[in-house]
């Protein structure tokens, strides 16, 4: 019965076009949309109306979130899901949008077994039930250039189930074990080369050193590369774009990149607080900061 009445919903929603104040902001302000395939762009806008419609969008910190402001969060995420289904997103209720940085509590526990209670600035968090939070200044900072590090895309990638990835990354005949297995093992050996590379102060081409954090910040942070530089990911890592393009069904090494419109600032504080924290695992470990 739901999933009839979605389809429903979903068919009056798309009967209509596509707004055009929409499609200006979306390509005024995501350099990212104008190297999507021509073939892919009317799925691409369908999928859009359908994130925007089906989440809950919950402006914070004072900020006025209007519709085209909406689009062009969706128009980032949607690429995540082009070459599958925007349902990937189902469990994704609620994006809330600060106009910049926003604090949240923040509790470690030092070496010594100290634990400290503090307020972290944070640019972007996404839950585990399904909530995404966000800085409206460091989403449109991301949108204009294509480095690869975009919040949208770091953000909604965490959303994007572990299982699902590992049930989905080699679809189609043979034995699902063994793909999965195939897929695991490819990941945790370009993560572990990774942190190793990290870890030693060396610099890792099309990666940031943030993916060091987890496995999951890792596939946060390839995911950014796999999509804003597809060619360069693919010519120091081809396994893992590999990998990355079998799951997500599409291959953004065949893309054709506009040049980033906008100059970035020399440092966000996003990569800032990323650059520490890089630094401080490279001094648990013993080694000098790179």
Known sequence: MFDWWVRRRRKRLLAEPFPQEWREAIEREVSLWHAVPAASRGKLEDDVRCFVAERSWEPCGGLELTEPMRA??????????????????????????????????????????????????????????????????????????????????????????????????????????????????????????????VDSGRRVKALDAYGAEDEAEFFAVASESFFERGAYLKSHHPRLYDVLAAYYAQDPASWTLPRSRRPRPDETGRERRRRLRAEARRLRKGKPPG
């Open 72 to 197: 062009v969060i969706a128009a980032q995420a949607c690429i995540l899901t082009l070459g599958r289904t925007v349902d990937a997103f189902d469990h994704v209720r609620s994006i809330l949008v600060y106009p910049h940085a926003f604090w949240v509590p923040d509790v470690y526990e030092d070496d010594a077994g100290i634990v400290t209670e503090d307020l972290d600035s944070r640019e972007g968090e996404a839950w585990q039930w399904g909530t995404v939070i966000l800085s409206w200044q460091e989403v449109l900072r991301d949108a204009r250039s294509l480095n690869g590090r975009n919040l949208v895309l770091h953000e909604l990638a965490h959303q994007i189930d572990i299982l699902d990835v590992l049930e989905q990354a080699y679809p189609g005949g043979g034995d699902r074990q063994s793909r999965r297995r195939l897929w695991m093992e490819t990941f945790l050996e370009a993560f572990e080369d990774f942190t190793e590379r």
